[in-house]
């Protein structure tokens, strides 16, 4: 009876898209151990791009910043 | 101090129910291993329908196909 | 199809007293919204005491500060 | 960057095992989301048996009462 | 490779009190445990104030009984 | 009463730099949006090396992966 939290940020997905994630991460878990689909949970949370940082910055300035770098090195 | 996290779909929980998962969570935390009600937090998340997979389905979809597997079983 | 997860720190709880918070989680997820049993998960995670704060503290420090306080007023 | 965390029983799953749940939800988000692994993460949290409920039971009680079950109506 | 998730109450968090949470929070791990901030994910939920429970009451109800108390007792 | 998890790969954080992470995560709740250090928790995860994936490898084999990379750039 596996659980699956898949957090991603909130840029557009669609239902059919999460429908996939959901057949998918279910697919997995019963392929590679066993588990029953039937008691196979996969919650999916969006999360704002204000809400969620990498490199010590929320995301759109860390991809600013990442296009900014490779601005100068090219 | 305890933390409980009590993730259901949103379907129309009114602020009178939440409260009840709040003050039931911490009585049982209370009850059964004597925390103290003070420090004990309780998080409700409430889920998209079409954030929330089981049987590899998006709820609806699950929900419609268990219907249509009892009315063709009935 | 709730989710519930307990977090409580690492002190000895038994599998009797996990029995009776997944039994009692259930119910009142059953009571106050109505949700099958059968569907409802409940995960205890138990947390060693160094890996716990509050108050800007480890719990075992946090404690011993709480009393500290209680004898000098005392 | 997508976050996924799987959680699911500890009952023997193996290091491959692991490593394969990795690749596979590390996959599903590049597929279907067009995810760049290096930036996704997996986080795989095995619980024991006594701290995961579902039926309002410790997965081992509810497992002996589904097998009852199943043997009174056969 | 850390991550961190801070959940708070809604309350107006603003876009520049987010990313000062997401620098903090990258540079406490890169400080302490030589994390490297470019693997370091940080992920901010804000909670409805209907949503957290503490002493047993949702936010507002539990503030206001504080209050109460202060002003019985001032 | 924020909340703040913290998961990190287990490899030999001592009491001390724990106990650093939850005055440096609840400091900067203060910090940022005024939150009171009494109701911040902070939970610490020690997640072992084959439990936490990136790239779509479980971390060690993620870093031989990388090294051996730069070996060849080099």
Redesign the interface.
Known sequence: ?????????REG?T?E?????????????A???N?N???????????AL??????????E?YRKQALGRLGRDG
Chains 1, 2, 3, 4, 5, 6 share one sequence.
């Open positions: 009876m596996p659980y699956v939290n898949i957090k991603i940020t997905a239902p898209q999460k429908a996939a994630l959901i057949a998918g991460a279910t697919d997995l878990l392929k590679v151990l588990k689909p039937a008691t196979t949970f996969v919650v999916i949370d969006e999360v204000e809400d969620w940082g990498v490199g010590g910055l929320p995301v300035a």
